[in-house]
């Protein structure tokens, strides 16, 4: 298979808008004002690699102030009654936590489809994926940012990392949750994408690309150009890959497909369709997006997220700012919620990140902001 990319021109193709879509496959419909199709529970953040782009600013040791057992699986249990599709239990490292496998099971014994991210670190090894497997988990998410060590080891602070994450993915490639991998897509590994996915096929399931926000660990200067972009979303929309493909933090992949005259597939952004839950227990909009509307020790998830000014306002396109309020995509991509935070300090600002939207009305793209 071939991953050759097209060179698309970098003005708009195609005068096509489709709305929003509130059925998503197999979990039905879902009304975004009162559930998040995802809900992702960072359960700790220690963790032992030393990841450059970490939005969590992962620590070796856990924070004595993280959620309880008893508050997770309450937590877990709100989650889960308020509607939510998906639930996805990340880091850190969550096999740092002694209950983890207590907190998992919680999770695949209700209605919702359980995800687990944990980092390849010494705890996954041995029997860890076959627990995980045993214990009903839906889909294993790992992540992989370069070809080689050269470029993935850099990433993770840790040198021989790469080799370590690769025997991962293919020993989960064997089990029967679902394998996602994910690659924060950078100038680091901007040339790499084609040889990632051709190291996927036959292992991975679906392929997420994370476009690098400036929050945690990452630097504003590693982040793509608009027009860099630009070019991948359209070399993934017109690609063929033998697994399912989505992006994070770049909901113009949707606009891409729908200029192509593509099929869209419904999405999410920050606090619109998702939400975070801190390992503290903060609820917010993203882990790209570190604004708090409130905790889960004072009122469940569900209040927050349903009532709360911030989510309520990141559900309604009419107060997003330039070129985002007036993009006729706005319904369907919206911008970055995270990026717009990053670059202005205003979640609701327009997505200075998009070359579509700054073209449109000769808005003068920008980086984000910088200490």
């Given amino acids: ?6 060179d698309f021109p970098l003005n708009p193709i195609a005068d096509q808008q489709k709305g929003r879509e509130t059925s998503f496959g197999r979990f039905g419909p879902v009304d975004f004002s009162r559930a998040p199709l995802t809900v992702a529970w960072e359960v700790t953040r220690a963790c ?12 070796p040791h856990r924070d004595q102030n993280e959620l309880s057992t008893e508050e997770g699986l309450a937590l877990i249990e709100d989650i889960a009654q308020m509607g939510t599709k998906v ?7 969550p096999l740092a936590r002694e209950d983890i496998f207590t907190l998992l099971g919680k999770a ?20 860890a994926l076959e627990r995980i497997s045993e214990i009903g988990v839906a889909a294993i998410h790992l992540s992989l940012d370069g070809s080689g060590p050269g470029t993935h080891d850099a990433f993770r602070g840790v040198p021989g990392h790469f080799e370590r994450t690769m025997q991962a993915i293919r020993h989960a490639a064997k089990v029967p949750p679902r394998l996602q991998i994910a690659t924060t897509v950078s100038r680091h590994n901007l040339n790499e994408l084609e040889m990632i996915a051709k190291l996927l096929e036959g292992l991975a399931d679906s392929w997420t690309l994370f476009f690098l926000v400036a929050t945690g660990r990452a630097d504003a200067a590693d982040m793509l150009t608009p027009e860099e972009e630009e070019q991948i979303l359209r070399w993934l929309a017109s690609t063929e890959f033998p697994f399912h493909v989505r992006t994070v933090e770049a909901p113009q992949y949707r606009r891409v497909r729908a200029q192509l005259g593509l099929d869209i597939v419904p999405g999410v952004t920050d606090g619109n369709g998702f939400c975070f839950i801190s390992h503290v227990g903060n609820v917010q909009p993203s882990g790209f997006l570190p604004v708090t ?7 469940p998830a569900s209040v927050w997220y349903r009532n709360s000014p911030l989510f309520t306002s990141l559900r309604d396109p009419s107060q997003l700012g330039e070129p985002c309020g007036s993009c006729k995509f706005s319904t369907i991509c919206g911008g970055s919620r995270a ?3 990053a670059a202005t300090g205003n979640p609701l600002a327009g997505d200075p990140t998009c070359s579509f939207g700054s073209a449109r009305i000769g808005f003068v793209t920008q980086g984000p902001k910088q200490d």
């Fill in 1 to 6: 298979m071939s991953y050759s990319s097209i």
């Fill in 48 to 59: 032992p690699l030393r990841c450059v782009h970490c939005r969590a600013e992962a620590q």
């Fill in 87 to 93: 639930f996805v239990v990340t880091g850190g490292d």
């Fill in 108 to 127: 695949a014994s209700t209605d919702m489809y359980t995800g687990f991210s944990p980092s390849v670190t010494g705890r996954l090894r041995g029997d």
């Fill in 293 to 299: 509307a409130g905790n889960v020790r004072k009122q």
């Fill in 339 to 341: 990026r717009a935070w």
